[in-house]
Structures are given as structure tokens and as C-alpha cells.
């Protein structure tokens, strides 16, 4: 019951958060951190982690197949130049660039550092600030402009990952894990010595 008490409260905190014209994003992070505060069982939080990944992939499925019910050819093919530019932009350029710039002096490999900035955080979070802005004022040409840029970036972003996770990982585990796991076992051998 202890991650159905989790959910609501994340949910009950986002809500009333809203409804007093406050940001719900911010109210549910604090609400986390109390929340984790009062939970320090590591068996409890291994089995709320497995519970709350499962209801994430769930509700992940539930917004693409809801956007992907909204889709239509005509506004696609008319916002698609916009569209694919700056997913272009945020793809290929800005968010692999500020995952690199974040992780300057952090222990972790080049390639790790790349794949943080390749598959990044979903597009998700992009459908929530369109409804933002759809409900607090935007409208008409630029509304539909930024409404359908957004479900064609979020389109892409989704298509693309889903593509290349497998074998990205496939090749992350063989020469970047593998790599470090060697070297590691070399540094022990020497320190032995």
C-alpha cells in the first residue's frame, strides 16, 4: 500500500498545487524528497523503484498512444520543415552539447557523457508545457504552429531513441563497460603487487 500512498500523494500535491495557481512540477519534487525522507528501508525502496518504473512505462505508453491518436497528415506535412529543423537542433546539437558542458570535471567516460546527451529525458515533459501554454493564452496560428512542432519533435525524439537504444546499449556494454571492467581488474592486479 505504501506506493499507492506515494502516487496519490504525488498526485493529491500536483493538484492542489494547481488549483491555487501554483507549479505542480516543483510542488510533486518537494513532495518526493519529503516523501523519500520518511522511507529509508532499502528492500521498501527497491520494490517502490520497481513499482514506480512499471507505472512510468505505463503511463509513457498511455501519452504516446494518445498523441499518436492526434496525429494528422495535413498539419504534419504543412509544420514538418520547422519541425524537423529544430528537432535537428535539439537532437543532434543542443542536447548532446549540454549534456557534454554539464558533465565537464565528472569522473564519468566520453562515451557515457555522448549517450547522456543522445537519449537524454523524454518528450513528455514538452507535452505538459504545450498544454501550459495552450490553457494560459496561446492561440491561433502560433498556438497550432508550436502545438504541432512540439508533436513532431516529441515524434522523432521517440522514433529515433526507440531505434537506436538497443543496439547503442548493445555496443555501450561491449567496449565502454567492458572496457572499464578490464581495467579495473588490472588496476587491482597491481595494487597487489
Given at each position: ?46 520494490s ?66 555522448w ?50 537504444s ?13 572496457h ?14
Amino acid at each position: 500500500m505504501d506506493d499507492f500512498i506515494g502516487l496519490s500523494t504525488v498526485l493529491l500535491t500536483y493538484s492542489l498545487t494547481e488549483l491555487v495557481n501554483g507549479y505542480g512540477f516543483l510542488a510533486v519534487f518537494v513532495a518526493g524528497v519529503a516523501l523519500r525522507s520518511n522511507y529509508l528501508n532499502a528492500e521498501k525502496s527497491a520494490s517502490r523503484l520497481h513499482f514506480m518504473e512499471r507505472l512510468e512505462k505505463l503511463t509513457e505508453v498511455g501519452t504516446i498512444l494518445l498523441l499518436g491518436s492526434l496525429l494528422r497528415i495535413e498539419p504534419m506535412a504543412r509544420f514538418a520543415a520547422p519541425a524537423l529543423l529544430i528537432a535537428a537542433l535539439l537532437l543532434f546539437v543542443i542536447r548532446p552539447l549540454g549534456a557534454w558542458i554539464s558533465t565537464i570535471g565528472s569522473p564519468v567516460h566520453p562515451a557515457t557523457r555522448w549517450l547522456f546527451g543522445w537519449f537524454g529525458i523524454r518528450g513528455v515533459g514538452s507535452l505538459y508545457y504545450l498544454t501550459y501554454a495552450l490553457s494560459h493564452g496561446l492561440r491561433d496560428n502560433d498556438g497550432e504552429l508550436i502545438a504541432w512542432v512540439t508533436f513532431i519533435v516529441v515524434i522523432v525524439s521517440v522514433t529515433l531513441h526507440g531505434v537506436s537504444s538497443t543496439p547503442l546499449m548493445k555496443w555501450y556494454k561491449r567496449h565502454v563497460e567492458g572496457h572499464e571492467a578490464s581495467n579495473q581488474v588490472l588496476i587491482q592486479a597491481k595494487s597487489k603487487r
